[in-house]
């Protein structure tokens, strides 16, 4: 045997490199340190490459200070800092130490006052409307003049979801001793937007505590780590601009995701002794009966609402009757919501009002409405398919401000957004003309992303609940008629059979199939 340093090597067997005897013969920390330069400068170049790719954790990059309603949050990617703010359409709103609208509440709370707290979006925080227009300082008033001693929280924040209202509840809004809690969130959670809330919160909180991850080579390796082992609850994401802003869309927040974090919320509840009562929003679509366009992407979600409630045995007030009978009664749409989604100060009033009769109903403060507990079961809700199509592609999103875009990438984003509204979704295979099916396998401009149903209502009790349910039992799209007649409802291209469902006010349901080829219908429910 053949000695080198501290090696052996079988001298019978194998020659020594001459490369290798003089490395064996350096000493070791010299060897040490030309490991360590030789790993660094690998390292270095696998950063200079990673930084290349323009990976970014999520962090708020939109207006800040007075200036802007929203700043960056540590926990929940956006909030509000203290102050008066504007708030559109001329109007303005207070901002607290907590970052919630209105007045601070009064610590510990006093002694025989109830009080009111309500999450929501931007619809429920009161945009475009004075801090005293809102529907909870509406209710307050209204509840104050019938002798009862209560305060408000406004706590919704414009674009929240339940995901981000799930984390304030935990380090602001339990501790503000509640007796109610108002649940508004839907807008924001079921939006086709380009990434999952709680994605986006485990990767903001990720971002805070590793100060590491200024490191561009660490930000990819820890996406791709949470891609293999992430959990349902949320995993690492990270752009890179490199690549463009992605295409595909998934639901903010998932519908087993939104049904599994309000049960969480309502268990939470349950704990504490807090009665809870759950908002159904409206919008200028449910309004209005000649709407028109693709099925609604909230109707799941909805469906979602009502058997959690019935789970719970919590009520739910739903803001589209109210508002068709403040339209019965002479009120305009417009004079309701100022634009497709927002109430107004008349439609704030209108929901306070709602929302003092179903206390009321129930006796509220006395009369308990606090949720029942037990595990979840199978509520038996769908979500719809996913259209894989947007008309925003990420222009209007409030995502696009947690990501520093280009100049050239923003104007990249708008050009896609202008190109899919004029485009329309996508036309199946199965939906082209057989000539097109048997050619070259090129696509053409769809000629319609839609077919619609025909449907004559005769007969039974106004009002109507209409509903279009697919193959897998899915609500694909609903309406609310005022009166027997003729209309028309979209259904997605996809979607090749649905059963049309009816039922009046009397409780009287009738069925029957429709399809593109047979998409008139008449439903007849006696006299």
């Known amino acids: 045997m053949i000695v080198y340093g501290n090696r052996l090597f079988p001298g019978d067997f194998l020659e020594v490199p001459p490369l290798v005897k003089r490395w064996s013969m350096l000493p070791l920390w010299l060897r040490l340190s030309a490991i360590a330069v030789g790993c660094g400068a690998a390292l270095l170049a696998v950063e200079e490459w990673a930084q290349g790719q323009r990976p970014q954790l999520p962090g708020w ?3 800040q200070g007075t200036a802007g309603l929203m700043v960056s949050h540590p926990t929940r990617l956006w909030g509000m800092s203290p102050g008066t703010k504007p708030n559109a359409e001329g109007s303005e709103t207070a901002i607290n130490a907590l970052g919630f609208r209105g007045a601070e509440p009064e610590m510990p709370k006093p002694s025989g006052r109830s009080r009111i707290v309500s999450l929501g979006d931007s619809a429920f925080f009161g945009f475009g409307v004075n801090d005293g227009e809102t529907f909870d300082a509406h209710l307050v008033r209204s509840l104050q003049a019938e002798g009862i001693d209560v305060d408000s929280m406004n706590a919704g924040v414009a674009g929240y979801s339940i995901a981000q209202h799930r984390v304030a509840m935990d380090e602001e809004i339990w501790d503000l001793e509640p007796d109610l809690l108002v649940l508004c969130n839907v807008w924001s959670d079921n939006t086709w937007d380009t990434f999952k809330d709680e994605d986006l919160l485990v990767s903001a909180r990720f971002a805070q505590r590793n100060p590491l991850t200024r490191s561009a080579a660490l930000k990819l390796f820890a996406a791709w780590w949470a891609g293999v082992f992430g959990g349902n609850d949320g995993r690492i994401i990270v752009w890179s601009g490199a690549e463009g802003w992605p295409e595909g869309k998934v639901r903010r927040v998932p519908l087993d995701r939104w049904i599994q974090l309000h049960h969480e919320v309502l268990l939470g509840a349950a704990e504490r002794g807090i009665s809870v009562v759950f908002l159904k929003p409206t919008n200028s679509f449910l309004l209005d009966p000649e709407s028109s366009g693709a099925p609604p992407a909230w109707i799941p979600y909805f469906e979602a609402m009502d058997a959690l409630a019935a789970h719970h045995e919590i009520p739910v007030v739903d803001v589209t009757e109210a508002y068709l009978a403040a339209i019965e009664n002479g009120a305009a749409i417009t004079d309701l919501l100022w634009d497709k989604m927002h109430p107004t100060a008349q439609g704030h009033a209108v929901l306070g009002d709602a929302l003092k009769h179903a206390l009321l109903v129930r006796e509220w403060p006395l009369g308990s409405m ?13 979500d719809i398919p996913n259209p894989e199509w947007t008309d925003d592609a990420g222009a209007g999103s409030p995502q696009i401000s947690l990501f520093e875009l280009t100049e050239q990438e923003k104007s990249a984003m708008m050009r896609a957004r202008k190109s899919l509204e004029a485009q329309g979704p996508p036309i199946l295979p199965d939906a082209q003309s057989t000539e097109t099916a048997r050619g070259p396998s090129v696509r053409t401009a769809p000629q319609s992303s839609t077919w619609s149903v025909a449907i004559s209502l005769e007969e039974g009790q106004a009002p109507y609940t209409v509903r279009l349910v697919d ?3 899915r609500t694909v799209g609903s309406a609310r008629v005022k009166k027997a007649q003729s209309f028309r409802l979209k259904v997605r291209q996809d ?11 009397m409780g009287r349901t009738k069925t029957q199939q429709a399809s593109p080829s047979a998409d008139a219908v008449t439903l007849r429910l006696g006299g």
């Open 61 to 63: 990059g939109g207006p």
């Open 471 to 473: 193959e897998e039992g």
């Open 370 to 382: 606090v949720p029942t507990t037990g595990s979840l079961p199978n509520l038996g809700v769908q």
């Open 495 to 505: 979607v090749r059979t649905v059963r049309v469902e009816v039922t009046d006010s």
